[in-house]
């Protein structure tokens, strides 16, 4: 009896160092873990405190600058991040309707290029500083704010503006894909 007793406190001995090193070991990577985010959580006030934080880490353009970039033959991408209530009723020729609630879920399968220049507006500069703030973060590195939105392209180009992009056709049909035009 004397030997199964030995053997049962050393198993368990052994049971108690096991258990305490692989604590200790959990424990340490979960402190290593932790102190290796750089994301430093941010709290605001208000919004409008976000949003300066948001549009000082942010590139941006002119509606000006971005009409040259329109009449170009540059390549990219424009994203219309206002609600798709507001795209259906008009947009600027050739944008991608992702509502800013959204973004984060859809960008990924609208822009397979990454690297790509993407353009994003709202009404009035608003989300879309949010919208291309938050993009870095999925590594899309080349995000860009049309900085007034929408509003202020639609008062100055108003003939750059593509009306019911999503209207419907004489049978009641919306119209099918096609290559150009709001969402193509």
């Given amino acids: 009896m004397n030997g199964s007793i030995y053997f049962y406190l050393k198993i368990n001995n052994i049971m108690k160092r096991f258990s305490s090193i692989t604590t200790v070991i959990f424990l340490s990577i979960i402190i290593f873990l932790s102190s290796c985010s750089n994301k ?39 994203i219309d991040v206002r609600e798709e209530n507001e795209y259906s009723i008009s947009c600027i020729p050739g944008a991608i309707n992702i509502p800013r609630g959204l973004l984060e879920f859809k960008i ?9 220049k993407i353009y994003l507006y709202c ?24 900085e007034s939105g929408f509003d202020a392209w639609k008062g100055k180009y108003y003939k750059d503006v593509e009306l019911s992009p999503a209207g419907e056709t004489e049978e009641g049909d919306a119209p099918p894909p096609s290559g150009g035009g709001c969402g193509g």
């Fill in 40 to 78: 430093e959580l941010k709290t605001y006030e208000n919004v409008d405190e976000m949003l300066v934080d948001a549009k000082s880490n942010i590139t941006s353009i002119s509606i000006d600058e971005f009409k040259k970039i329109f009449d170009s033959e540059e390549e990219y991408y424009l």
């Fill in 108 to 116: 990924g399968n609208e822009i397979d290029n990454r690297r790509a």
């Fill in 123 to 146: 009404d009035n500069g608003e989300r879309s500083s949010l919208a291309v703030n938050s993009l870095p973060e999925l590594k899309f590195p080349n995000a860009i704010l049309i």
